[in-house]
């Protein structure tokens, strides 16, 4: 599986940006598709995930409410919109894929294969 993320770039506080991540290769139902962030300085954290067949998702709570994933089965693509955007959400995401069922979505050492960065800056 090749995953290509997009999207990122510099908002205002309270903006929104769409990030997505196309992914290519066989058999793409059998993933999870997971969404990590990592700011400077910091460890990698988990943002949300989706189960491709299902569409099952989970997020951390700290974006509940501002942040939804989604999926476009057609595209091949995975999405993340992000509004209300904080200062603190500023990090360079990461989209990634893990052979389902993964036992911990929520851990990147549950994914098999990763984007590469796209970076979002929130400015307040």
């Known amino acids: 599986v090749q995953l290509q993320a997009s999207g990122g770039g510099l908002v205002q506080a309270g903006g929104s940006l769409r990030l997505s991540c196309a992914a290519s290769g066989r058999a793409l139902s059998a993933y999870i598709m997971g969404w990590f962030r990592q700011a400077p300085g910091k460890e990698r954290e988990f943002v949300a995930y989706?189960?491709?067949?299902?569409?099952?998702?989970y997020s951390v709570d700290s974006v509940k409410g501002r942040f939804r994933i989604s999926r476009d089965n057609a595209r091949n693509t995975v999405y993340l919109q992000m509004n209300g955007l904080k200062p603190e959400d500023t990090a360079v995401y990461y989209c990634a894929a893990a052979w389902a069922p993964a036992t911990a979505p929520v851990e990147d050492t549950s994914y098999n294969y990763w984007g590469q960065g796209t970076q979002v800056t929130v400015s307040s």
């Open positions: 989706i189960t491709w067949s299902a569409g099952t998702t």
